[in-house]
T-cell receptor
Framework: GNSVTQMEGPVTLSEEAFLTINCTYT??????LFWYVQYPGEGLQLLLK?????DKGSNKGFEATYRKETTSFHLEKGSVQVSDSAVYFC???????????FGKGTTLSVSS | EAGVTQFPSHSVIEKGQTVTLRCDPI?????LYWYRRVMGKEIKFLLH????????ESGMPNNRFLAERTGGTYSTLKVQPAELEDSGVYFC?????????????FGPGTRLTVT
């Protein structure tokens, strides 16, 4: 079946550090891939997406590349800020399905 | 454009009581989804409406959960009777019926605590 595995948190970084949150998936066919973010006290927001192999999604300095050969969609940011502290969810949408399938979420805490 | 709204934001009830959660999707979005996140675990799909019809309710945990979407607008999710394991955050999301149907917009969630 379809599933998403992302690295367990929490991830604790200092401001301006490099961030990587690993995400791998299992799916039939060619799913669309997403990163969602939940800031404290807020709902889920779409951070970025990629709909086909080798696509790179990017937003707010975050990037992730759809790698079909390694079934991965790792989230990266070159220099994190305190305001990036949040829970990050990797997710996939399979065209054969009807709903998003999420990973467990990774809590990021950035200190100044 | 107004986003997805959910009410209440937080509900605390006792085991055995009934709670009804409400979701108002983005205007014009025919797809409406309910998800749930139990603490520390994945956000899991509960069910999917297309307009007023249930397209997929494979994620509903048991018959204590009843979802409705009368008129194809807002949706309600009723839990009756609530159990301790129902505690969690319930998210609603909506999307267009065609085109970028995969791009779902989420509400802020309802945090349900069953004591």
């Amino acid at each position: 079946g379809n599933s998403v595995t992302q690295m367990e948190g929490p991830v604790t970084l200092s401001e301006e550090a490099f961030l990587t949150i690993n995400c791998t998936y299992t799916a039939t066919g060619y799913p669309s891939l997403f990163w969602y973010v939940q800031y404290p006290g807020e709902g889920l927001q779409l951070l970025l997406k990629a709909t086909k192999a080798d696509d790179k999604g990017s937003n707010k300095g975050f990037e992730a590349t759809y790698r079909k050969e390694t079934t991965s969609f790792h989230l990266e940011k070159g220099s994190v800020q305190v305001s990036d502290s949040a829970v990050y969810f990797c997710a996939l949408f399979n065209q054969a399905g009807t709903a998003l399938i999420f990973g467990k979420g990774t809590t990021l805490s950035v200190s100044s | 454009e107004a986003g997805v709204t959910q009410f209440p934001s937080h509900s605390v009830i006792e085991k055995g009581q009934t709670v009804t959660l409400r979701c108002d999707p983005i205007s014009g979005h025919d797809n409406l989804y309910w998800y749930r996140r139990v603490m520390g675990k994945e956000i899991k799909f509960l069910l999917h409406f297309v307009k007023e019809s249930k397209q997929d309710e494979s994620g509903m945990p048991n018959n204590r959960f009843l979802a409705e979407r009368t008129g194809g607008t807002y949706s309600t999710l009723k839990v009756q009777p609530a159990e301790l394991e129902d505690s969690g955050v319930y998210f609603c999301a909506s999307s267009q019926l065609t085109g970028k149907s995969y791009e779902q917009y989420f509400g802020p969630g309802t945090r349900l605590t069953v004591t």
